[in-house]
């Protein structure tokens, strides 16, 4: 169905203005047709995951994740920086934050799999649960090492 879909709005782009409303409208129209309920409308609320004929969670656990990982994010840079040589501060960052990536952009290509097998309500959370010894390592961080004041 995707790939139909697609391929209508491309034998359309010709008759596309990219700068009207209306016309992107309609691409979305043909992009979600028979995928969506209100292809081709701007969303009025929240987009929830849907598992079979209920809600398996709403537009409010995407924005709570996308604030987990803003906040996580931030505090890695705040820590890869401090890792990181002055002499060499671009080098290793670079170096670091690509390994960082490397092992969750891995994993992730896996979860289509993960999902097909037992559901998204079970990759939710068990996404979620991987987070909990990330928790518990920050506390017991926090409990061991010292935190140092600047003078």
């Known amino acids: ?10 034998d359309l782009l010709p008759q596309l203005d990219p700068y009207l409303a209306l016309d992107f409208r309609r691409a979305h129209g043909e992009l979600m ?4 309920m209100d292809a081709g409308t701007y969303r ?15 537009g409010r656990s995407a924005s709570a994740d996308n604030l987990a990982s803003g906040i996580a994010s ?5 820590y890869l920086s401090g890792l990181t040589n002055v002499s060499y501060s671009a080098t290793q960052y670079a170096l670091f934050s690509s390994m960082m990536l490397l092992l969750p952009k891995f ?4 979860s289509g799999d993960f999902v097909n097998a037992h559901g998204y309500a079970n990759f939710f ?17 926090s409990r061991v090492l010292p935190v140092q004041k600047k003078a």
Do not use: K, R
């Not at 931030?74 to 705040?78: L, N, Y």
């Open 1 to 10: 169905m995707e790939v139909t879909n697609t391929q209508q709005v491309h």
């Open 33 to 36: 047709h028979n995928l969506s």
């Open 44 to 58: 009025t609320g929240p987009v929830e995951v849907v598992y079979g004929d209920h809600p398996a969670h709403g």
């Open 74 to 78: 931030a505090a890695f840079i705040a």
């Open 107 to 110: 994993i992730a290509g896996f």
């Open 125 to 141: 959370t068990a996404t979620a649960l991987l987070g909990l010894p990330v928790l518990v390592m920050v506390w017991l961080a």
